[in-house]
């Protein structure tokens, strides 16, 4: 979860720069289109797309280990269903664009994603920072007859469900 916090901060900011770069003369009037600004527009704009999308296998696979096998493929119904979004989100960033501009939808933008990675900071309670501390929890449960064989991260759905319902 650390690297993947660590990325969306760094997606998040470069999409917030995009948001103020109207404003600190990177686009607009007066920028010509050899200009080095549209450069690095261009390199902020592949950094926040590569900063916001890298993790994506990382939390599907977070996902997986914290719930149980027999909920898996109604949390994975719910992560498809979630794909819906960019198109309600592309048809609102075209108005947003149409009406204010460019800049208004990147600092929309980094809003949204700035309010995902709070909610997603108390994940760093839950999730352990590496492989060893979770098969170190799982071998616990097997030796007190929690979780079966096989059943990778089944030990540690417990809290994570407890805390939801």
Avoid at 59 to 85: F, H, I, N, P
Avoid at 103 to 108: A, G, I, M
């Amino acid at each position: 979860m650390q690297t993947d916090i660590l990325f969306c901060v760094v997606g998040t900011c470069c999409v917030g720069a995009l948001g103020c770069g109207k404003a600190l003369g990177w686009y607009g009037e007066g920028v010509e289109v050899g200009d080095s600004r549209r450069a690095l527009l261009v390199g902020l704009y592949l950094l926040r797309t590569f900063g916001v999308n890298a993790t994506g296998s990382l939390q599907y696979a977070v996902l997986m280990d914290y719930c149980k096998k027999s909920q898996r493929a109604r949390w994975s119904a719910l992560e498809s269903v979630t794909s819906l979004g960019w198109s309600g989100s592309a048809a609102l960033g075209g108005l947003i664009i149409e009406r204010f501009g460019y800049d208004r939808v990147f600092l929309c933008t980094a809003v949204l994603h700035a309010l995902a990675i709070a909610v997603r900071l108390p994940l760093l309670l839950i999730v352990p920072k590496n492989e060893a501390a979770l098969l170190a929890e799982d071998e616990g449960e097997d030796e007190e007859g929690g979780a079966g064989e096989g059943e990778k991260g089944a030990g540690l759905t417990s809290p994570l469900l407890g805390a939801i319902n």
